[in-house]
């Protein structure tokens, strides 16, 4: 990793801090914890796969446009413009496109869209996935079933969709560092909200 990539994940790290906090104060689903902590992880996961110095800037800023607010929303053009195409480009492979949709309906457009995502896009994704899955798994151990009254579908189809985003990874980018880990969480899911 160059002293560009470190200084420009410096920079992402700080723009996703004032996203995700300053003007927010977001947490993750039903938890009093702040949500940078979910794209810092996805970032963690990222470098320890071996990802470029653009993917962990993806994975930092994953869900910049996706949850950023009207007072301070963020585009594809406001990345691009700070970070560069590449990073973009990952970032909006991985948000979805109309929140104004139903859940279902925007779970499917993010699952069909999977096959037009390029492997470095696969990977965040996969990042992604991989940590709320696994913070998923860690809250229904203490939460049971309790922990779907955060969500916007029931446990069946959660684990539904889990299964099928994995499969459609699998199937686009079989050499996928994190598939190993994803089927692994999927299984563990696969046991606990059976």
């Given at each position: 990793m160059t002293a560009t990539d470190v200084s420009l994940i410096q920079k992402a790290l700080k723009f996703a801090y004032k996203v995700h906090q300053i003007?927010?104060?977001?947490?993750?689903?039903?938890?009093?914890?702040?949500?940078?902590?979910?794209?810092?992880?996805?970032?963690?996961?990222?470098?320890?796969?071996?990802?470029?110095?653009?993917?962990?800037?993806?994975?930092?800023?994953?869900?910049?446009?996706?949850?950023?607010?009207?007072?301070?929303?963020?585009?594809?053009?406001?990345?691009?413009?700070?970070?560069?195409s590449d990073v973009a480009r990952m970032v909006?492979?991985?948000?979805?496109?109309?929140?104004?949709?139903?859940?279902?309906?925007?779970?499917?457009?993010?699952l069909n869209h999977i096959t037009n995502m390029q492997s470095d896009s696969m990977l965040v994704k996969s990042a992604d996935v991989l940590d709320n899955l696994s913070d998923q798994i860690a809250d229904y151990k203490v939460k049971g079933d309790e922990m779907f009254a955060n969500f916007n579908a029931p446990k069946g189809k959660q684990l539904q969709r889990y299964r099928r985003l994995v499969?459609?990874?699998?199937?686009?980018?079989?050499?996928?560092?994190?598939?190993?880990?994803?089927?692994?969480?999927?299984g563990v899911v696969n046991k606990l909200w059976a």
């Open positions: 003007d927010q104060f977001q947490t993750r689903k039903g938890k009093a914890i702040p949500y940078i902590l979910h794209p810092l992880s996805v970032a963690n996961r990222l470098s320890r796969a071996g990802a470029s110095g653009n993917e962990i800037i993806a994975g930092l800023l994953h869900d910049t446009i996706e949850d950023s607010t009207e007072k301070n929303k963020v585009a594809k053009e406001d990345l691009k413009k700070e970070f560069g909006n492979d991985v948000t979805e496109q109309d929140k104004a949709l139903p859940w279902q309906e925007r779970k499917e457009a993010a499969d459609a990874l699998e199937k686009a980018w079989p050499e996928n560092p994190l598939l190993p880990d994803l089927k692994e969480k999927v």
